[in-house]
């Protein structure tokens, strides 16, 4: 899934979810730059790595710096989503 294609299924997401306020591919896709950070300019997460902070997304999982490294740990509730021992 690309970038384009998750902002999509995030605007079905929130549209599915009743809100008054509708997401636009554009708006969607400009968080992610914001988030993750594009080739030009590093996101929100990389910056708080540079800084050697970790940075927790509740239970989808948590980001840190190993070693220089970005690694990534999924969270208990992804973790069992993906495991389907979820209701």
């Given amino acids: 899934m690309d970038k384009k294609q998750l902002a999509e299924e995030t605007?079905?997401?929130?549209?599915?979810?009743?809100?008054?306020?509708?997401?636009?591919s554009t708006d969607v896709e400009r968080v992610f730059d914001l988030l993750f950070g594009t080739v030009e300019h590093p996101g929100s997460i990389a910056e708080a790595l540079n800084r050697r902070e970790n940075v927790s997304l509740g239970s989808f999982g948590s980001f840190r710096t190993d070693g220089g490294t970005a690694t990534f740990r999924p969270g208990t509730a992804l973790t069992e989503f993906l495991q389907n021992k979820t209701g």
């Fill in 11 to 24: 605007i079905n997401t929130a549209a599915n979810g009743g809100n008054d306020a509708p997401l636009t």
